[in-house]
């Protein structure tokens, strides 16, 4: 089970909860093999935030892909935004992922609906690279269904993809950086903006802001919500 360090609104008060595995497997695209995300049992891998409740319908958010440096073969993470996921076990989420097993750093666009393993877009046809302006959304479209949104304006693509899901409880709804190895690589400061739950402001739906760690060293630090829509993910260690 996955783990989180949590910071409430004071930023004084930690404590843990229990969240599901994601993602769990890849098929590799274009060649290209990803490591699988699964997740880091040796801390708490979520940094960001998440809103808990029932009924939520839609998450979205915007972030300019960061320039990461490499510190490791082991570093890998990925700026996401799904529903569920934080209690519940299943994810409906989609993002981009920075891995560098290669020596250097390899972004692929990807997704998934947990259990259901994570699909890796392909690189020639949905591109990322540092630099870019990135838009994820994960909105429920009715009876068990999902319909998931990239774009890279940057490039000028978008995919989409409407997905089922009956198990899906629709018990929280998160924007959030992760790194399933426990290792992330330096991304400096990560901005996210426009973003919204439900429609509405992402502090409307009182969230809770989460630092990523890993055997106890504080890996990254998010900032406070600013108009309620836009934070910082500053790194801090591997």
Known sequence: MRRFLIRVATLAAAATLAAPAVPVSVAAAQGLSFRPLHYN????????????????????????????????????????????????????????????????PVDQAWYEMYPANPVYLSSSSYPVKAGDAISASVTYAGSSKYTLKLTDSTRGWTYTTSKSLSSAKRASAEVIIESPTGAYPNFGTLNFTSATVNGSSLGSSGPTALDPSSNGTTEARTGALSGGTAFTETYLHE
């Open 41 to 104: 049992i040796n801390g708490y891998n979520w940094g960001g935030y998440a809103a808990t409740g029932s009924g939520f319908t839609s998450v979205a958010a915007s972030w300019t892909e960061p320039k990461a440096t490499c510190n490791s073969s082991n570093d890998l993470y990925a700026p996401w935004v799904g529903i569920d996921g934080y209690g519940s076990s299943t994810v409906e989420q989609t993002g981009v992922a920075t891995d560098c097993s290669s020596g250097s």
